[in-house]
């Protein structure tokens, strides 16, 4: 993934911190390529990558503790450049020669920092005396033999150190976070200056690389992409394309339970825009009458993965060459089977799933990439905002957001709603900070009154959630005239719908979705 072959990435070392994917996307922020490993990998494991430079993030556990997590001796004779963060910086201590206390108050939260040298970390025009973000027991009362204290904060002494000849340096504060404003700076100083290393992974080396593997990969061959609509899938697809050309056939099947023009606006930029071949097999029929009469959840969603299947395998019938598939695997897909402390794990969920049964090699440009990053590659390559900056759609569409049998009136409903949900976050400026906005259509109705008459109608359920990977949610604190609209717009514009609801649980204990 590196743009020049001799420079590996940057290791951040993951001691079962929530910050260890942080400090990656700080990295690449920095434009040096960063990789996440598991701190039991042994030290010819981690030479063998060819690191630039080592992180060790923080965690959660105290360097005094029995089974607290450890690394390789043999990773301090690699003259690799390391920094220690929290965590991190009391295990570099500890394990070269300096002393961390356990003290009887420790530090949380915004703490003002004084620099007393500006060695690496704090060179340039850095205040001298800064805010950081402290979560720590522990303190650095010695720094490691070689090293010298270069900030501290009222309660620990040694909140930096640097060994500038033996490129190691250790923070006590988080300098990945927000709350710490030069976090980022310091970061970078550690990057360029501690690791002499360059800011040269760029979007557009990205594309290069990709474009150059994906080449190699498939050389004269035919290859093929399953379009759901998301932007991972979108994106693989663009960047192969950009690659293979018309080696490459994608097929969209339009299950009739996609989002209200959905099906339209993939044509459209897939086809029209980016020139791709495309197989846009409209199947909403064969999937109305697949799903007639199912109310089960499990049920439904079977029977929409196996049909999906089948209609997949019709249309890549005259594509018996293909002997590639692209898939649009996402970096923390790959990091959380990878790194062995990886407290969550994902159960995922396939475009449309896929059967494992399909002889392919697969292609999968987006590995390496977080979803912001492949947003960017995205709009490199040149699709519209509407499809990078497009929320998660789960491959079973709307059949999963109508509760009870699905029926083409109670899709046409629910995209009516949905759109309505979707354009109103639009117009109030929350897209992106949302994570997913959208209607729900539950299987009961209830009486109402509309102008002089009785209705007796469905209500719509709205769901609008913040998260940052969808394992965890919370609902979405959205304004109450923002509801108001959403709410008055749906009842006036979607006939059938008398009423509608704001879901107020965070996941756990709810999901994103209702089933
Ligand atoms: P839940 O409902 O489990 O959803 O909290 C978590 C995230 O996954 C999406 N989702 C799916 N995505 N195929 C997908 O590609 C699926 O079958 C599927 N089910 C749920 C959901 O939209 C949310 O972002």
């Known amino acids: 993934m590196n743009t020049e072959s001799t420079v590996g990435p ?21 434009h040096v390529f960063s990789e996440i490993i598991g701190h039991n990998l042994t030290a010819a494991e981690i030479a063998a990558k060819n690191p630039a430079g080592i992180i060790f993030s923080g965690g959660p556990a105290s360097v005094h503790v029995d089974g607290a997590p450890s690394i390789d001796q043999g990773v301090y004779e690699l003259g690799v450049p390391i920094l220690g963060i929290c965590y991190g910086a009391q295990l570099l201590a500890r394990d070269l020669g300096g002393e961390v206390s356990r003290t009887d108050r420790g530090e949380y939260g915004r703490t003002e920092l004084t620099v007393v040298a500006d060695d690496v970390l704090f060179s340039g025009a850095q205040p001298r005396t800064q805010s950081v973000w402290m ?5 650095i009362t010695v720094p490691p033999v070689g090293a010298t204290v270069t900030a501290s904060t009222p309660e620990t002494p040694a909140a930096a150190y ?4 033996n490129r190691r340096y250790g923070v006590q504060f988080h300098p990945e976070v927000v709350h710490t404003p030069h976090g980022q700076e310091l970061l970078e100083h550690f990057l360029y200056d501690g690791c002499g290393l360059a800011p040269s992974w760029t979007m557009s080396s990205i594309i290069d690389t990709q474009v150059e593997l994906i080449r190699a990969q498939v050389g004269t061959g035919r290859a093929i992409c399953g379009l759901s609509g998301g932007v991972d899938s979108a994106v693989a697809a663009a960047l192969v394309h950009k690659a ?7 097929v969209f099947v339009d299950t009739g339970l996609m989002r209200l023009g959905e099906g ?8 029209r825009h980016q020139g791709i071949e495309l197989i846009h097999v409209r199947a909403g029929d064969r999937f109305f009458e697949r799903l007639a009469g199912i109310t089960d959840p499990e049920e439904k969603r079977k029977a929409i993965g196996e049909l999906f299947i089948r209609v997949f395998e019709d249309a890549k019938g005259g594509l018996e060459d293909a002997k590639f598939l692209v898939q649009g695997t996402l970096y923390p897909d790959v990091i959380e089977s990878g790194t062995k402390d990886a407290a969550k794990i994902k159960s995922h969920h396939n475009v449309g ?14 590995r390496a990439l977080f979803k912001d990053e492949v947003r960017k590659v995205g709009t490199e390559l040149g699709l519209p905002d509407e499809i990078v900056w497009r ?19 109670k899709v046409e409903m629910l995209q009516k ?21 959208f209607a729900v259509l539950p299987d009961i109705r209830s009486v109402g009154v509309m102008g002089d008459e009785r209705t007796y109608g469905f209500p719509a359920i709205i769901r609008a959630v913040t998260s940052e990977d969808a394992m965890t949610a919370d609902w979405a604190r959205l304004p109450y005239d923002l509801l108001e609209r959403m709410s008055s717009r749906i009842i006036n514009e979607v006939p059938g719908i008398n009423r509608v609801a704001y879901d107020i649980t965070s996941k756990p204990p709810g999901t994103i979705e209702w089933e």
């Open 162 to 165: 640097e060994d500038v000849k």
């Open 353 to 366: 799933g896929l059967p494992d049964d399909m002889d392919f090699e697969l292609v999968e440009p987006l």
């Open 391 to 409: 929320q998660p759609f789960p491959g079973p569409g709307l059949g999963v957001r109508i509760i009870g049998e699905v029926t083409p009136d």
């Open 244 to 250: 293979i050309g018309s080696q490459l056939t994608c």
């Open 264 to 271: 339209e606006q993939v044509v459209e930029t897939f086809q």
């Open 417 to 437: 709603a949905d759109a309505i949900v979707r354009e109103e976050v639009k117009a109030a400026g929350l897209e992106r900070e949302i994570w997913q906005a």
């Open 10 to 30: 940057v290791l951040v070392v993951d001691f079962g911190a929530q910050y260890a994917q942080l400090i990656a996307r700080r990295v690449r922020e920095a």
């Open 135 to 139: 979560s720590h027991f522990d303190t």
